[in-house]
């Protein structure tokens, strides 16, 4: 298993802020709402977890992290990885998307996001979706939301959150 | 006895040995054969080249082939009442807009969502419409 929940305890009870854990990707931590639970969905080619509130039955909420190794994207810069990731949203069924938006979270990341909204095959109800990339050293992690009830400080705690290992 | 075994073993050596000295790298390649020289292996018939300027290149897919002579032709005025409706059938291009319409605007869909899908692959996120999705 290729990430590690450091912190099961939530860690921010004595802070202002949302109750949080924190867990491990590659060599970033990063946090997720307190008490959601795991899936490693990894496989050779990239890591990948997906998280669940427990309670899931309304809003059928999810943050999924994915990190791949991706030397020449990352290498390309922020304005590229922003092309691609605008591409990549058409290909969501009845997807209708904002442009995509650069931003710097407050460890220093350099990330691009996008909004909108889709509806997944199968399905007859819109989800709504968040896709974050950032860019970090020679990989990219992607923090992708999808909700059919948004809750996008769900989303914020993870995207906001990453620093390196034991900083 | 052990002479012809030896006589054998020598004819076998320089058998072996012949290709192997002749296609030697010391050696300068020999001339290639003349190309324009003459055939001698036969032929059933006669051997025929068009004339120059009486080539016939490929054919042009959307000329109609040539029926032949006047008789040939079955004028639309001969045909029967169900003959016509056949050919009338045919001819008919009504609508034919909107299914050509429909097959471009399909490919144009389809060809959208492989670039959509080639730059979620690019990006190391492939499957993004059942990603997350509980």
């Avoid at chain 1, 509130?53 to 943050?63: H, I, R």
């Avoid at chain 1, 998307?97 to 819109?126: C, L």
């Avoid at chain 2, 030896?6 to 054969?33: D, Y």
Wanted: hydrophobic residues 40%; charged residues 20%.
């Amino acid at each position: 298993m290729s990430f590690k929940i450091l912190t099961l305890a939530a860690v921010a009870s004595c802070s202002s802020g949302p109750s949080v854990d924190r867990a491990t990707i590659g060599s970033l931590d990063y946090s997720v709402p307190s008490g959601w639970n795991s899936r490693d969905l990894s496989t050779s080619q990239r890591t990948m977890v997906e998280w669940t509130p427990t309670d899931n039955e309304d809003a059928k909420e999810s943050v999924t992290v994915i990190r791949t190794e991706l030397p020449a994207i990352a290498k390309a810069g922020a304005g590229y990885v922003e092309a691609l990731l605008g591409q990549a949203q058409a290909s969501l069924p009845d997807g209708h998307f904002s442009a995509p938006a650069p931003f710097t979270t407050t460890h220093g990341f350099r990330g691009v996001r996008i909004e909108g909204a889709f509806v997944p095959p199968g399905q007859a109800q819109r989800y709504h979706r968040i896709h974050a990339v950032v860019i970090s050293g020679s990989a990219l992690l992607h923090v992708v939301y999808t909700a059919r009830v948004a809750d996008r400080e769900s989303f914020e705690i993870v995207v906001d959150s990453f620093s390196n290992r034991g900083a | 006895m052990r002479a012809i075994v030896i006589l054998t073993c020598a004819v076998l050596a320089s058998v072996l040995i012949r290709p192997s000295t002749s296609r030697s790298e010391t050696e300068a390649p020999s001339a290639p054969p003349d190309s324009s020289a003459p055939v001698d292996e036969p032929i059933s018939g006669q051997a025929v080249a068009p004339a120059p300027g009486d080539e016939t290149g490929p054919r042009d897919p959307f000329t109609p082939y040539d029926v032949g002579g006047q008789e040939a032709i079955w004028p639309y005025g001969d045909l029967t009442a169900n003959e016509k409706a056949v050919v009338d059938h045919g001819r008919n291009q009504a609508g034919m807009d909107a299914i050509n319409n429909a097959y471009g605007q399909a490919a144009k869909e389809l060809a959208a969502r492989a670039k959509a899908e080639a730059a979620a692959a690019q990006l190391g996120a492939e499957g993004l419409d059942t990603l997350g999705v509980p």
